[in-house]
């Protein structure tokens, strides 16, 4: 029943691995989202996929890296991993810029 | 650049007390306006969404309104329940081109009985 569901909902890591983030949703929405939030609690977009089409990459490190095999998934894949990637990654998924997103429970990273 | 502000960052009331907690953005040039609400360590909940067009937004004791000319929308929480407490985040869809929620820094609110 789960409408935007992600795995892992938890992942500790070592430094300098490379690990990765599910995303799928059962909306039929044609754009997917990676919100990022940070350890003050701020929310970012990173990437969005219309149609497994990229459409946003705000400016972030080529470390991550999107993947989108069709419109009901968009996976978050991160290389190399760094202390300041310790975060709490959202997908969402919404269809189109009038209507509002709906977002998954969270994966919460922490890289030590 | 569309920057959203929400006021205050901390709230602490007792049960039954009626709410306002206020969200305001500089770019007016917006498509839709979204309330949410974060449970600690949970995901994003949403609340109300108000399209550019409309002027506010109901559900159950929730009402939100959205004042596109000043910049500001008001989420109104009536008789509020210790359930109440949680973050609740407002956030922007602006037509810049990009289709993205630009989000607030959040009011974190308690209520206590």
């Known amino acids: 029943d789960t409408a935007v569901s992600q795995t892992p909902k938890y992942l500790v890591t070592q430094m300098g691995n490379d690990k990765s983030i599910k995303c799928e949703q059962n909306?039929?929405?044609?754009?997917m989202y990676w919100y990022k939030q940070d350890s003050k609690k701020f929310l970012k977009i990173m990437f969005s996929?219309?149609?497994?089409?990229?459409?946003i990459n705000e400016t972030v490190p080529n470390r991550f890296s999107p993947k989108s095999p069709d419109k009901a998934h968009l996976n978050l894949h991160i290389n190399s991993l760094e202390l300041g990637d310790s975060a709490v990654y959202f997908c969402?998924?919404?269809?189109?810029?009038?209507?509002?997103?709906?977002f998954g429970s969270g994966t919460r990273l922490t890289v030590v | 650049k569309q920057e959203v502000t929400q006021i205050p960052a901390a709230l602490s009331v007792p049960e039954g007390e009626n709410l306002v907690l206020n969200c305001s953005f500089t770019d007016s040039a917006i498509y839709n306006l979204q309330w949410f609400r974060q449970d600690p360590g949970k995901g994003l909940t949403s609340l109300l969404l108000?399209?550019?067009?409309?002027r506010e937004q109901t559900s159950g004791r929730l009402n939100a309104s959205l004042d596109k000319s000043s910049g500001r929308s008001t989420l109104y929480i009536a008789a509020s329940q210790p359930g109440d407490s949680a973050t609740y985040l407002c956030?922007?869809?602006?037509?810049?081109?990009?289709?993205?929620?630009?989000f607030g820094t959040g009011t974190r609110l308690q209520v206590f009985p």
């Open positions: 996929y219309n149609n497994k089409e990229l459409i």
């Open positions: 969402a998924s919404g269809p189109g810029s009038f209507y509002g997103c709906t």
């Open positions: 909306l039929g929405h044609d754009t």
């Open positions: 108000i399209q550019s067009s409309q």
């Open positions: 956030a922007v869809n602006s037509p810049s081109g990009t289709d993205k929620l630009i």
